[in-house]
């Protein structure tokens, strides 16, 4: 009973993102970023998008080339102070952003990922991110009701993967990968290495592959992936 | 360690190394972006601390040169660093576990405005620079304790020590203890406290240069 084979290539994995999608975007600045999916979906020009990412990236690269091409409708983000164009596009009213706490964006994403609908928190109470939220009250203390966030697709780079999805990620590059990789109706994880089945340690392994459906392989490393030198 | 310490200048020098004497043996600190991860830079070599950044990395340690950099190991800030051995890595859902459960001793965050209250301002001026929150709303709330290094006034003069928030708030009363380039001043519950004046520095012009009432601590003011 071999596990089954989920590798796909780059342009039919991308080509099954309709327009209007919302996409769970790994990694928090250059590590973990799926560069080369973001690539291809620049290329095939898919429209209206929601993306869900930490951070904007830096101008030119990674999800901001879709911002540029006019592909994106709305982000849900934590940060975006790396990327004046981000903030710029928001503050002319042309790019609908959410902030959202950091760890409460990765919470809201990993309650998505575990079936879970909502969570309960006191963090951002008393500022402006609580406002309009539903509060509830549970045993005498206000807490905000934060809605799990589910994806249409999860855009995920992995260090290494076996055919039938299992991933391993490297050093920061984790970030929000995991979660998300457990979060979308579609799951496409891009990946650096590729080994094969029961290369991987079961012991070492941190999405296991029953939460992917589709492994890209990456040919090469483009230089979105290197160094920044600011 | 110590390489970019060097651009920072004396005045700004001098506050972030104030700050790091503060650090607890022992203890699990977060330094925020900008200027308060250059606090780091002035623990010495052999002091027990263990450095978290947020992107999920315990174990952090100091900046390293582009020729050195690992592509996969920043810091929350975007750096390029390194780890001291009994570093661990993970995702950012373990990451805010550490820091809302209480794990997190202390947090060290930039500032727009601090309220004499302790209430924290620094992720939105409103139509200009609008970076977000990052973690800094969970670091805020959550850290045992929450200092702040900045400089006492922004570039245009004007004081960020003030009696109330004009900028949306990242926390209340959260903020336990301000370093700047002029003073060490705590938060109490009768507001701002004069602890330490920067050297060359007189309580006037410290003073004149702060937007809310200022207490002075009893007994000869120290210098740093």
Redo the contacts between chains.
């Keep these: 009973m071999p596990l089954p084979d989920k590798l796909e290539g780059l342009e039919s994995a991308v080509a099954r993102i309709p327009d209007g999608a919302v996409l769970l975007v790994g990694g928090?600045?250059?590590?973990?970023t799926p560069f080369t999916l973001l690539r291809e979906l620049e290329r095939q020009g898919q429209q209206q998008l929601t993306l869900i990412r930490?951070d904007a990236n830096e101008p030119g690269t990674g999800i901001d080339r879709l911002l540029r091409s006019g592909q994106v409708r709305r982000l849900v983000?934590?940060?975006?102070?790396?990327n004046a164009h981000a903030?710029e596009r928001?503050?002319e009213g042309s790019l609908d952003?959410e902030?959202?706490?950091?760890?409460?964006?990765?919470?809201r994403?990993?309650a998505g990922g575990a079936g879970i609908p909502a969570i309960l928190t006191?963090?951002?109470l008393?500022?402006?991110?609580a406002a309009g939220k539903t509060i509830v009250e549970v045993e005498g203390r206000p807490l905000v009701l934060e809605m799990a966030l589910r994806a249409d697709v999860a855009l995920v780079h992995a260090?290494t993967a076996d055919p039938f999805g299992n991933l391993t990620?490297?050093?920061?590059?984790?970030?929000?990968?995991?979660?998300m990789a457990m979060a979308a109706d579609r799951v496409v994880a891009e990946t650096e290495s590729l080994v094969a089945l029961g290369d991987l340690s079961a012991e070492n392994v941190e999405t296991p592959g029953s939460f992917v459906d589709a492994v890209v392989p990456l040919s090469a490393l483009t230089e979105d992936?290197?160094?920044?030198?600011? | 360690m110590g390489s970019s310490a060097a651009s920072l200048g004396n005045a700004r020098e001098r506050l972030v190394r104030r700050a790091a004497r503060d650090i607890v043996p022992g203890s699990v600190v977060n330094l925020g972006i900008g200027l308060p991860s250059k606090v780091a830079e002035f623990l010495p070599a052999d002091f027990p601390v263990c450095l978290h950044t947020e992107n999920g990395l315990t174990g952090l340690g100091p900046a390293v040169p582009l020729e050195e950099a690992d592509r996969n190991l920043i810091d929350a800030g975007g750096a390029y660093v390194g780890t001291v051995a009994g570093a661990a890595f993970f995702d950012s859902v373990t990451s805010f576990s550490l820091v809302r459960s209480g794990r997190l001793d202390l947090s060290i965050l930039g500032a727009f405005e601090v309220a004499a209250n302790g209430d924290l301002a620094n992720w939105k001026i409103p139509g200009k620079f609008s970076p977000g929150p990052g973690g800094a709303i969970e670091l805020a709330q959550k850290a045992k304790k929450v200092c702040i290094v900045t400089t006492h006034t922004d570039r245009h003069g004007n004081p960020k020590l003030l009696r109330q928030c004009t900028l949306p708030r990242t926390g209340t009363a959260c903020v336990a203890r301000v370093y700047t380039d002029l003073a060490v001043i705590d938060v109490t519950p009768a507001g701002f406290l004069l602890r330490e004046r920067a050297e060359g520095r007189t309580v006037e012009e410290i003073r004149a240069a702060t937007g809310a009432p200022l207490q002075v601590a009893k007994g000869p003011l120290p210098v740093f």
């Design positions: 928090f600045g250059v590590p973990g930490n983000t934590s940060h975006i102070g790396l903030i928001m503050n952003v902030f959202c706490a950091q760890g409460i964006l990765a919470e994403i990993r006191d963090v951002g008393g500022t402006e991110l260090a990620y490297a050093a920061t590059a984790r970030n929000f990968n995991p979660p992936y290197g160094i920044v030198c600011r």
